[in-house]
Each structure stands twice: as C-alpha cells, then as structure tokens.
C-alpha cells in the first residue's frame, strides 16, 4: 500500500490545510503504519522548530515596498546620464528612421536594421524616463 496519500494528508492536517481524506481514515491509517506515525511527529517537529505560524494576518506590504524601492531607485540616477540617454535614443531615432522607411526594393535587411535601431531606441528611451 503506497503512504504518498496518507503522509499528503498528514501534512496538509499540521498545515490547518483540508486533508482530503476523513479524519477517521487518516488516524486509522496512522494506528496500523509506523512508518505514517514517524512522519506526522517529525512533521510537527519541524513546524515547532522552524516557529511555523499562520501569516494570514499579515498586512500585505509589497505595493508600498515597490513603489518605495523605484522612488529611491529615481532618486539615485543622475539626471545628467538620464538626459545623455535620452539624447542619444533620439539620435539614434533620426538614422533609423530613414532606414526603416526606406522603399529601396533591395533594402530589405535595411529595413530591419532600421526596425532593430527603433526598438533599441526605445529601451534608451524607457530607461531615461523611467529608470526604476
């Protein structure tokens, strides 16, 4: 008889977790297998030991945590580098764009140079208006 289900169920139990079984076929389970008693006592142990707690109580923080962690993150950039960034995505724009609009019926690899300048334009341009 495979204990996966069993020790599964065990877990779920010290977890305050639904064990998806009863609790009758669980305990009669763990009276006739050692090996299932073993595994539920060295479970509690470790949730004991590790101080396990319920943390459904905790106030979820991440969005001040996020937005805090990209104002300090504007903060530190150097509004020097940001416009030296931006200056050059829109140098970068006026050569591409030329390529990229080409009609030369054998730019083709032209065209996607132009179309790869653009995109990488962009990314300058992301980055210096929103660096964090």
């Known amino acids: 008889m495979s204990c996966e289900r069993y020790r599964d169920a065990v877990s779920a139990r010290v977890d305050g977790e639904d064990p998806e079984i009863s609790d009758e076929e669980l305990d009669a389970h763990l009276a006739g297998c050692p090996g299932c008693r073993d595994f539920e006592s060295s479970t509690r142990r470790m949730r004991v030991r590790w101080g396990a707690h319920d943390t459904s109580s905790v106030p979820d923080s991440s969005r001040a945590v996020v937005k805090r962690m990209a104002w300090e993150d504007r903060r530190r950039s150097s509004a020097a580098v940001r416009w030296l960034l931006a200056v050059s995505a829109i140098a970068i724009i006026a050569g591409a764009v ?10 083709h690899a032209v065209r996607h140079v132009g179309a790869f300048s653009l995109a990488y334009a962009a990314g300058l341009l992301l980055v ?3 660096p964090a």
């Open 98 to 107: 030329p390529d990229f609009l080409s009609s030369d019926p054998h730019g």
């Open 128 to 130: 210096a208006l929103r």
